[in-house]
């Protein structure tokens, strides 16, 4: 199966997929479906596919076998868009996870301050979070570029663009090829593909 192909499986062919690379990672699946379920990706199906796919394309795209990185991907949206507190990820999944976690997520924005300047500031905070947490946001992002056509309004779709180009893909060439590669196509691909009148948006 190619990278590309993941996007065909639903939810419970992405979780048997996952398993397969890492049978040890059965608590974290189960735990990340609890927490999602009833979210939705603003362009519809389950939310949850998404960090299905990211912790797939660690090892599909980026060719990396590390369990830890999967679980945290697994888990990298939980603190941010479910009740979830990252003592609770340590606690269930150890301190390397809940850190990867708590350096992708999100801070929030400071008054005035645009959604383009907070993701630009947490590319910039990414610079010192290593290795492991910039393949991690970089495999989080090319998920979200695969799929963001229509997810966004024309504005918002150039400004993450720009996010990606710009904020992360330097940091995703000092760390993983293949990721760099993946990346930069998919931010050519929804570039050359903008158009006006698109609806939604991302974070």
């Not at 999100?106 to 645009?114: D, F, K, L, S, V």
């Not at 695969?146 to 779709?157: L, M, P, V, Y």
Request: proline content about 4%.
């Amino acid at each position: 199966m190619t990278p590309r192909e993941i996007y065909g499986l639903e939810v419970g062919e992405l979780e048997e997929r996952v398993l397969g690379h890492w049978p040890g990672l059965a608590q974290a699946c189960t735990f990340a479906k609890a927490r999602h379920e009833g979210q939705e990706r603003k362009k519809g199906g389950p939310y949850v596919a998404h960090p299905f796919r990211v912790a797939l394309l660690l090892k599909e795209e980026g060719g990396l076998d590390d369990e830890g990185l999967a679980c945290a991907a697994l888990l990298h949206d939980l603190v941010e868009d479910t009740p979830t507190s990252h003592d609770e990820i340590q606690q269930s999944f150890g301190s390397r996870v809940s850190n990867l976690v708590r350096s992708v997520t999100q801070p929030e924005r400071a008054e005035g301050e645009t959604k383009f300047e907070r993701n630009m500031r947490s590319f910039e905070a990414l610079r010192w979070e290593g290795r492991d947490a910039q393949i991690l946001r970089s495999a989080d992002r090319l998920d979200n570029l695969t799929t963001a056509k229509g997810a966004f309004s024309a504005e918002r779709e150039a400004e993450y663009v720009r996010e990606c180009r710009d904020g992360l893909l330097p940091l995703t060439l000092a760390v993983n090829t293949p990721l760099y590669h993946a990346l930069a196509a998919a931010i050519e691909e929804l570039d050359s593909a903008a158009a006006p009148g698109s609806g939604g948006d991302s974070s």
